[in-house]
């Protein structure tokens, strides 16, 4: 596709099940972010893909949530034990520029997780 | 931490009418974004800014940076209901890490 494609666009669960959540970004951006925002706020950064490898993965909240890259292009966010607290909307996002500080980032619309 | 504070929280105006969107940090930053999001969708590049002191100007917009790279604006001038949305500044932590700011919610009305 010619956009970031996120899966699912909605999400539902109980309190204390796994989920994940698919970010498959535009091709040959080698840069891939994961964001959470909640309702009428800023995106919270969670973590950085630099191709495979999670550059930085500092945003992260706690040991329940983890991300993988496995080829360097879909990544999956997985998320255990889920708390009612997580409920959010989570952006993935992909940029073509590497090291560079000015490189647009190009978002998804976002998979929507309430927690009940 | 760096934290991108975005004043008003929210903003209601007629169409017309001229408005201007504050984002300010204690931290500098090697660049800044302004980003709008719609409901629902994630959230679109508007400018980058580089260089402090920096003025751009796109249709109606113009945003600034400030000298010492720790603020920024944005003006919209004769705003229309299109102009609808959630307006965020984004500051580049280093070479890669994007922070965004609180969000300023901006309703315009016909």
Avoid: M
Avoid at chain 2, 27 to 55: A, M, N
């Amino acid at each position: 596709g010619a956009g970031v494609s996120q899966t699912p666009s909605n999400k539902v669960t109980e309190k204390g099940k796994y989920v994940e959540l698919r970010c498959d970004p535009i091709s040959g951006h080698t840069a891939l972010y994961w964001y959470r925002q909640s309702l009428g706020q800023g995106p919270e950064f969670l973590i950085y893909f630099q191709g495979t490898g999670a550059a930085d993965d500092s945003g992260l909240p706690n040991d329940r949530f983890f991300a993988v890259r496995p080829e360097g292009s879909v990544s999956t966010l997985k998320i255990q034990r889920t708390e009612r607290g997580y409920s959010a909307v989570y952006l993935c996002a992909s940029s073509l520029k590497q090291g560079a500080n000015t490189g647009e980032l190009f978002f998804g619309e976002g998979s929507r997780l309430t927690v009940l | 931490t760096q934290l991108l504070e975005q004043s008003p929280q929210f903003l209601s105006i007629q169409e017309g009418e001229n408005l201007t969107v504050y984002c300010n940090s204690s931290s500098v930053f090697s660049s800044l974004q302004w980003y709008r999001q719609e409901p629902g969708e994630g959230p679109v590049l508007l400018v980058t800014v580089v260089t402090g002191g920096e003025v751009k100007k796109l249709k109606r917009l113009t945003f600034q940076f400030g000298d010492a790279r720790k603020d920024s604006s944005l003006h919209i001038t004769a705003a229309q209901p299109g102009d609808t949305g959630l307006y965020l500044c984004a500051g580049a932590s280093g070479t890669y890490k994007y922070i965004f700011g609180t969000g300023t919610r901006l309703k315009v009305l016909a």
